[in-house]
């Protein structure tokens, strides 16, 4: 057996060694408060960028490029990864988590300007950000440097990801949807690890959003508002 994954053993190991009693609570139903859409990336610690550690709190998707769109036979619609815990555990609470420098956005990017091609299965999730961020080319401030472009899409594809859910008839009007950007690129500040909120139930204005909700106002922080 591979080392790392005789070390990743020894890591569960320690886990189980301390999370035994937190799952007293929630061993037969589950209640998340919360369900987060996160990208993949590695450096984007699902659990942890909240410091969460306890067991039924957070429901965690996790794909490329945090979509919460899914391709159907009759259109697109939200993706059951994402509607599960809203409609089978009462969570009132959608977070949608952009990071700074996403691959998935710029091969989208790439896919959309220079027709790089990509194997079927990633051309499969890209044809999901497409459509999306597609009209955000065409808003872009012109002459940003490409990893400017970037950051100002991963932003745009946590607005349409926010519309998305908050337009579905899927998703009832009690549920808040958040969009935010976690930063560790320096971009936003020089706090690595910070997440930056840019987007309420599709309000983006950063202005209307610190008015409309004072106690973070200090965590709201857009580059872009076009
Ligand atoms: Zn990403």
Redesign the pocket.
């Known amino acids: 057996m591979q080392q790392l994954f005789v070390d990743l053993l020894a890591r569960n190991a320690e886990h189980a060694s301390t999370v035994g009693s937190r799952f007293d609570e929630v061993q037969d139903a589950q209640h998340p408060a919360v369900v987060t859409v996160c990208?993949s990336?590695s450096r984007v610690l699902q659990d942890r960028i909240w410091r969460n550690d306890e067991p039924g709190h957070i429901f965690t998707c996790g794909n490329?490029?945090n979509r919460v769109v899914q391709r159907t036979g009759v259109g697109d619609t939200v993706s059951g990864d994402v509607l599960y815990p809203i409609e089978h555990a009462g969570t009132e609470v959608a977070v949608i988590v952009g990071?700074t420098g996403?691959?998935?956005v710029t091969a989208t990017y790439d896919a959309l300007t220079e027709g790089i091609a990509e194997p079927d299965g990633i051309a499969h999730c890209l044809d999901l950000l497409k459509p999306y961020l597609e009209p955000g080319l065409d808003l872009l401030p012109p002459d940003l440097p490409r990893p400017d472009a970037i950051n100002h899409l991963v932003e745009y594809n946590v607005d349409r990801q926010v519309e998305f859910l908050r337009g579905s008839r899927d998703v009832p009007d009690s549920v808040t949807v958040i969009g935010v950007v976690y930063d560790f690129q320096d971009i936003y500040s020089d706090r690595r690890g910070e997440i930056h909120v840019i987007n309420v139930d599709g309000e983006v204005a950063a202005s209307a959003l610190r008015n409309a909700h004072p106690e973070i106002a200090d965590r709201i922080e857009r580059l872009w508002e076009y």
């Open positions: 990208c990336d490329i490029g990071h996403c691959g998935a």
